[in-house]
């Protein structure tokens, strides 16, 4: 059973760079024909996906972040990192990982728990 | 961007009664649409892929349909713990989006 953990600092200050990682256990970041989303919720709201990658390194980014978002990964820690700068009050929300494949039908079977990130001075 | 649109926004409703959400795509999105189960402080949880498919593990009350532009979700008998927020989401274009969502509440 494959979990995901997302961990990072939970209040960030205008202007700086959110960085949030997602671990990735039960199962190898790198197996064939997986790819880990990061997926935002603002606090009350519905959902925005911000961006892929594959552990091979190559990334997709929802171009309404794209100016502000790098996805990496770390395959020897099994894990995966998002950094999103620039922040203002508007990138306060909560932050999930998620595994889906890149079949036609894209879906998000696992989750991570969320990370709440505020942005405030 | 293709925006998804589902209506009702809340929906107030009993134990055992036999519900329905819509989700409208911006544009025809073929059968490439998923719905989602989240309830407080949770992540979301798959229920329907591909329109009309049921994840696994997940009660047989649950159905999807639709293609096209136009999406439903029924729960044919509503159990306590059905009462959550519930997302469409498609998969169309790789810029993936989901409904505002609509939250189902206890009447």
């Known amino acids: 059973q494959v979990q995901l953990q997302e961990s990072g600092p939970g209040l960030v200050k205008p202007s700086q760079t959110l960085s949030l990682t997602c671990i990735v256990s039960?199962?190898?970041?790198?197996?064939?024909?997986?790819?880990w989303s990061w997926i935002r919720q603002h606090p009350g709201k519905g959902l925005e996906w911000i961006g892929y990658?594959?552990?091979?390194?190559?990334?997709y980014y929802n171009p309404s972040l794209k100016s502000r978002v790098t996805i990496s990964v770390d395959t020897s820690k099994n894990q995966f990192s998002l950094k999103l700068n620039s922040v203002t009050a508007a990138d306060t929300a909560v932050y999930f990982c998620?595994?889906?494949?890149?079949?036609?039908?894209?879906?998000?079977?696992?989750w991570g728990q969320g990370a709440l990130v505020t942005v405030s001075s | 961007d293709i925006q998804m649109t589902q209506s009702p926004s809340s929906l107030s409703a009993s134990v055992g009664d036999r519900v329905t959400i819509t989700c409208r795509a911006s544009?025809?999105?073929?059968?490439?649409l998923n719905w989602y189960q989240q309830k407080p402080g949770k992540a979301p949880k798959l229920l329907i892929y591909?329109?009309?498919n049921l994840q696994s593990g997940v009660p047989s009350r649950f159905s999807g349909s639709g293609s096209g532009t136009d999406f439903s979700l029924t729960i044919s008998s509503l159990q306590p713990e059905d009462f959550a927020a519930y997302y469409c989401?498609?998969?169309?274009?790789?810029?993936?989006?989901f409904g505002q969502g609509t939250k189902l509440e206890l009447k």
């Open positions: 990658i594959y552990y091979s390194g190559s990334t």
């Open positions: 039960g199962g190898s970041i790198s197996r064939s024909g997986d790819y």
């Open positions: 989401q498609q998969s169309y274009s790789t810029v993936y989006t």
């Open positions: 591909a329109a009309s």
């Open positions: 544009q025809s999105i073929n059968f490439y």
């Open positions: 998620a595994r889906h494949g890149k079949t036609a039908i894209v879906t998000f079977d696992y």
